[in-house]
């Protein structure tokens, strides 16, 4: 099973835990707010498919050159937006984090059904950031009102800020879908964190964080 994960960058880089899909219950993670500002936040988005950066670019509704910049690719030029990313890749994709009702737990963007679309393949278009359940649930998707081609679509995307410091460091905080079989102390060492920090942020069991993923 896939389990859901953010990170944290600092100008640090940092990341946070969450679970999508999990053997383990972890506790429910809500971050409160007191204002409808908004801060930064990333994504770590696992392209399913080979892409133009445009065309990834469109799909979050964010410009390429934040993407680049994002990624640490400078000097940015118009002619990089039709740059292809290969399949498999992780691109961090720089978002805006609201707060909503005095929470602070998802963004939300915007999808166009296309003809042949499932929820399942929508899901997979977004990197499983967001289930084909979320999906169902948030755009009440059932029997009576099924997917419609053409059709406008709410996808909620995880997002959490923490006020941007983690040990009085300024932070930007990344979601991270935990692939099966991944082992967390790898993933800590890939994106400069420890499996303490995974453990304090996340509030998960330091057991679960020593065995694979499945």
């Given at each position: 099973?896939?389990?859901?994960?953010?990170?944290?960058?600092?100008?640090?880089?940092?990341?946070?835990?969450?679970?999508?899909?999990?053997?383990?219950?972890t506790k429910s993670f809500i971050e409160p707010c007191s204002s409808s500002d908004s801060c930064p936040a990333l994504l770590s988005y696992l392209l399913p498919w080979?892409?133009?950066?445009?065309?990834?670019?469109?799909?979050?509704?964010?410009?390429?050159?934040?993407?680049?910049?994002?990624?640490?690719?400078?000097?940015?030029?118009?002619?990089?937006?039709?740059?292809?990313?290969?399949?498999?890749?992780?691109?961090?994709?720089?978002?805006?984090?609201?707060?909503?009702?005095?929470?602070?737990?998802?963004?939300?963007?915007?999808?166009?059904?296309?003809?042949?679309?499932?929820?399942?393949?929508i899901s997979q278009g977004y990197g499983g950031l967001v289930s084909a359940e979320q999906i169902m649930s948030v755009n009440s998707i059932n029997a009576t009102n099924?997917?419609?081609?053409?059709?406008?679509?709410?996808?909620?995307?995880?997002?959490?800020?923490?006020?941007?410091?983690?040990?009085?460091?300024?932070?930007?905080?990344?979601?991270?879908?935990?692939?099966?079989?991944?082992?967390?102390?790898?993933?800590?060492?890939?994106?400069?964190?420890?499996?303490?920090?995974?453990?304090?942020?996340?509030?998960?069991?330091?057991?679960?964080?020593?065995?694979?993923?499945?």
């Amino acid at each position: 099973m896939r389990n859901f994960l953010q990170l944290f960058s600092s100008v640090l880089f940092g990341l946070l835990l969450f679970s999508i899909f999990c053997l383990v219950q972890t506790k429910s993670f809500i971050e409160p707010c007191s204002s409808s500002d908004s801060c930064p936040a990333l994504l770590s988005y696992l392209l399913p498919w080979d892409s133009k950066l445009s065309e990834i670019a469109s799909r979050f509704h964010v410009n390429v050159s934040d993407i680049l910049a994002a990624n640490s690719v400078f000097p940015i030029v118009s002619s990089q937006d039709n740059q292809i990313i290969w399949a498999n890749s992780l691109v961090k994709i720089p978002i805006s984090c609201s707060c909503a009702e005095g929470i602070r737990r998802y963004m939300v963007n915007y999808y166009i059904v296309q003809p042949a679309d499932t929820l399942e393949s929508i899901s997979q278009g977004y990197g499983g950031l967001v289930s084909a359940e979320q999906i169902m649930s948030v755009n009440s998707i059932n029997a009576t009102n099924p997917l419609t081609n053409g059709g406008s679509l709410v996808i909620p995307l995880p997002c959490t800020c923490l006020n941007n410091v983690n040990n009085g460091q300024t932070t930007v905080y990344m979601s991270y879908v935990v692939q099966a079989g991944e082992l967390f102390n790898r993933i800590a060492s890939a994106f400069g964190t420890t499996i303490n920090e995974l453990e304090n942020i996340n509030g998960l069991p330091e057991a679960w964080l020593t065995q694979e993923t499945y």
